[in-house]
C-alpha cells in the first residue's frame, strides 16, 4: 500500500523539507503524509524514528508543518512573522525532548529516546525551524518560483539566487513550459 503515495521531497533542511510533505500548494495539492503511518515513515527516513503515530499527532503535525510554512513564507518575503504560527512553532520546539548528538563525521544528529512520541520528533522539527528563520544557519529562506508551488526553501547556494524548491520538479516543469511556449505544436521549422 505505501508504494500508492507519493515520494518524499528530501532536501537538506529538516523544517523546510517538513513542510515540503504538501506540495503544489496552489495547483493540485499533494498531501504527502495523508494517514499516520505515512508521517512515521517520514519521520524515519528524517532520522527520527518513532514506533507509531494517530490521527490526533498527525493532525498537530500538519498544523506544526502549516506554521512553518507561513513563518518561513513570512521571513523569505520580509514581512511580520505571523505570532500564531510562531507559538506553534514554540510550544513544540519547548515540549520536545530529543537530545543533539555528535557523530563520528563531525555531523550534529538527534537522538529520540526509546519509545519516542511523535511529539518528540515535531520538536526537533520545530527547533529547526527556530535556528533556520533565526538566521543561525549559513543560507537564506525562499519561496519556489513556480506559481503553483510556492514552497518555502532554504538556498544556500554561493549567490542565494536558487529560484526552485527543487529543480528536479518545479525547475524541470517551468523550464519544459518556457520551451513549449517557444515551440507551438504544429509549427514546421522547416519553412
Do not use: Y
Amino acid at each position: 500500500m505505501r508504494d500508492a503515495f507519493p515520494d518524499f521531497r528530501l532536501g537538506p533542511v529538516l523544517a523546510t523539507s517538513f513542510t515540503g510533505t504538501l506540495s503544489e500548494r496552489f495547483g493540485d495539492s499533494v498531501e504527502r503524509i495523508p494517514v499516520p503511518r505515512r508521517l512515521v515513515d517520514w519521520l524515519a527516513v528524517s532520522g527520527l524514528v518513532v514506533d507509531s503515530c494517530t490521527a490526533d499527532q498527525l493532525d498537530l503535525a500538519r498544523e506544526l508543518r502549516e506554521s512553518i510554512h507561513a513563518v518561513a513564507t513570512a521571513a523569505a518575503t520580509g514581512e511580520a512573522l505571523p505570532a500564531p504560527a510562531v507559538r506553534i512553532i514554540n510550544d513544540h520546539s519547548a515540549r520536545g525532548r530529543a537530545a543533539a548528538i555528535l557523530t563520528d563525521g563531525g555531523k550534529r544528529r538527534w537522538r529520540l529516546g526509546p519509545d519516542a512520541p511523535v511529539e518528540d520528533a515535531l520538536g526537533v522539527i520545530a527547533a529547526d525551524a527556530v535556528a533556520v528563520v533565526a538566521g543561525e544557519r549559513d543560507g537564506k529562506l525562499a519561496l519556489c518560483a513556480s506559481p503553483t508551488c510556492r514552497a518555502a526553501f532554504f538556498d544556500t547556494s554561493r549567490s542565494r539566487t536558487r529560484r526552485w524548491c527543487d529543480m528536479n520538479t518545479c525547475g524541470n516543469r517551468q523550464k519544459k513550459a518556457r520551451f513549449q511556449a517557444s515551440h507551438p505544436k504544429g509549427s514546421d521549422a522547416a519553412e
